[in-house]
């Protein structure tokens, strides 16, 4: 047992690379029908810490004029994975993203591509998984997002994302974004008495300026969005019952 220990540790850090660059990567592309790249992986046996370099999903093989080019991309992923819950049947991760981009879309019938995406790349047809999964914290600095809301005709922007998940159902969620050119606090304490509001910014006299005041308008659809992208999130979650997705305790540093 301690010879294969040292084999994994020794192996691991070129081994878990090479899979995650090119198996992975294949299986990805195959399940979704859309091209995946990887340009480079690394593995820390130590911390147990998959990291993925240029990530990039493109657009659907089957589309060729497809406007989502591409679905997401990242600078860098990096999957914390949790040894110790292992011997409880949990596969359980942590998740930091970096200058991550998603063009999200919502159909007419009211249908999220990510959502479709992740139901084809996690069929409900595949066998029961032996480990139950689970996200822990989920964090995203330097992020983008482009929203396309075809049911309202409306195309949104969220640049400047930094976005904090914590472990636990009950934990307030952390967001800081310019969407739609407004600045937006999502407070990540509990004894926030605004649970969402947007920074002050200064703002020019509309009738000096000769220009209608839409900085209202502009803050209600950015907190609209933000509820948007709530709901495509758990319109996906609570679709997946092989492979459940949940935030529970946080891993042990």
């Known amino acids: ?9 020794i192996g691991s850090p070129l081994l878990v690379p090479y899979l995650a660059t090119t198996l992975l990567a294949e299986k990805m592309a195959f399940a979704m029908n859309r091209p995946v790249t990887i340009a480079r ?7 147990c810490t998959l990291t993925l370099r240029h990530l990039i999903v493109g657009p659907k093989l089957s589309k060729p004029d497809d406007p989502v080019d591409p679905l997401l991309s990242a600078g860098k992923i990096s999957i914390a994975f949790a040894p110790e819950r ?3 049947k949990e596969l359980a991760c942590n998740m930091n993203a970096d200058h991550f981009f998603l063009h999200l879309v919502r159909d007419k019938d ?3 591509n990510l959502g479709l995406t992740m139901n084809e790349l996690l069929p409900d047809g595949l066998p029961v998984a ?8 989920i964090t995203a600095t330097n992020s983008r997002l482009v929203f396309d809301d075809e049911q309202t005709g409306k195309n949104h922007l969220a640049e400047e994302i930094s976005l904090s998940i914590p472990p636990g159902p009950t934990s307030p969620l952390g967001l800081q974004a310019k969407i739609n050119g407004v600045p937006i606090t999502l407070p990540d304490t509990i004894n926030s008495a605004q649970p969402l509001k947007p920074e002050p910014t200064k703002q020019e006299d509309p ?15 950015a907190i609209a969005l933000i509820h948007n992208l709530d709901q495509a999130a758990k319109q996906y979650l ?16």
């Open 238 to 253: 609570q679709k997946t019952v092989t492979t459940p997705a949940e935030r529970r305790t946080p891993i042990a540093p």
């Open 86 to 88: 292992l011997l409880n």
């Open 41 to 47: 992986a690394e593995f820390d046996p130590l911390t």
């Open 110 to 112: 009211g249908r999220y």
């Open 207 to 221: 009738i000096a300026s000769g220009t209608p005041d839409d900085s209202a308008l502009k803050t209600a659809e």
């Open 130 to 137: 032996p480990l139950q999964f689970s996200w822990n914290s």
């Open 1 to 9: 047992m301690l010879v294969l220990a040292l084999i994994l540790l």
